[in-house]
């Protein structure tokens, strides 16, 4: 029984037959695959979350798949929600909001294509800690807790997958709190995106010979002001600085880091408990 798509449509299809425009080209946190998927088999073995599990484990859980696409702002869920779904994020990228005040946001983490949430309600009925919103155009697979908890209990694949998942968002929520930490807007916002740059840049040659890297990733200055808490106002003026100095520059697909050294100075600079992202 093929994934069911329920967005935006009245009848149950294929998942192939509604695939995103670039679904042969995921972007996963291991590799860039390039992949013409034959079956749903094989189109969920390209989640990084499903790689290792068995074929009896992948046709279980493929009738309680569904396919769902949003678009930019739309709310995946919200703060306070109960759990009620397993989320893998396919395509695009994910804001991941805590609320000071009904008109002040910060921006706890940035998902990208390869990341799972909610999967703590495997374990027991949770709720989220964060509310959700899609940065741009994104495409998801979901499934419920309890047709994910019982394959798990048959197959230790999975619940490695279920253990890395954890960790791994446990050392990201560390890393987030140490930069959020840091003293002065400059120094945050240089560390957002040398993390930013690591975990989805793009190389890009540039005339002089120098290598610049693009982050594609529809940024707004006040999603910046999120990522960073702090003033819109102050973003602002810190990325119009930036653009004097050829250090970032906007673009409308994202942002183009110009000089990828002098941005990674400003973020060792920041401070001696933080830790820096590979070089990409």
């Given at each position: 029984m093929p994934v069911m798509?329920?967005?935006?449509?009245?009848?149950?299809?294929?998942?192939?037959?509604?695939?995103?425009?670039?679904?042969?080209?995921?972007?996963?946190?291991?590799?860039?695959?390039?992949?013409?998927?034959?079956?749903?088999?094989?189109?969920?073995?390209?989640?990084?979350?499903?790689?290792?599990?068995?074929?009896?484990?992948?046709?279980?859980?493929?009738?309680?798949?569904?396919?769902?696409?949003?678009?930019?702002?739309?709310?995946?869920?919200?703060?306070?929600?109960?759990?009620?779904?397993?989320?893998?994020?396919?395509?695009?990228e994910v804001k991941l909001l805590k609320y000071r005040s009904e008109d002040q946001q910060v921006v706890v983490d940035l998902l990208h294509p390869g990341a799972v949430a909610g999967a703590r309600a495997l374990l027991e009925e949770s709720f989220f800690s964060s509310g959700a919103a899609a940065l741009n155009d994104v495409a998801v697979l979901q499934i419920g807790p309890a047709h994910l908890r019982e394959p798990a209990?048959?197959?230790?694949?999975?619940?490695?997958?279920?253990?890395?998942?954890?960790?791994?968002?446990?050392?990201?929520?560390?890393?987030?709190?140490?930069?959020?930490?840091?003293?002065?807007?400059?120094?945050?916002?240089?560390?957002?995106?040398?993390?930013?740059?690591?975990?989805c840049g793009i190389r890009q040659p540039r005339e002089d010979g120098s290598m610049g890297v693009i982050i594609p990733v529809p940024l707004s200055r006040a999603d910046l002001a999120q990522l960073i808490n702090t003033r819109v106002e102050t973003a602002i003026r810190q990325m119009s600085d930036w653009r004097k100095r050829e250090i970032v520059e906007t673009l409308d697909e994202g942002l183009l880091i110009r000089k990828p050294d002098e941005l990674r100075r400003l973020a060792r600079e920041a401070s001696s408990h933080t830790e820096l992202s590979p070089r990409l």
């Open positions: 798509f329920v967005r935006g449509s009245n009848s149950a299809m294929s998942l192939r037959e509604r695939a995103p425009p670039h679904w042969s080209r995921l972007q996963h946190e291991v590799a860039h695959m390039d992949v013409q998927h034959e079956d749903e088999r094989t189109l969920l073995r390209s989640i990084s979350y499903f790689a290792d599990v068995s074929d009896r484990t992948l046709d279980a859980l493929t009738p309680h798949l569904t396919f769902e696409r949003l678009e930019r702002s739309d709310t995946l869920w919200r703060e306070g929600e109960s759990i009620s779904t397993v989320t893998f994020l396919i395509e695009g209990t048959r197959d230790p694949e999975l619940l490695r997958a279920l253990w890395r998942h954890s960790l791994s968002q446990k050392q990201r929520l560390i890393r987030r709190i140490h930069d959020l930490a840091v003293s002065g807007a400059e120094p945050r916002l240089a560390l957002a995106l040398d993390h930013l740059a690591y975990e």
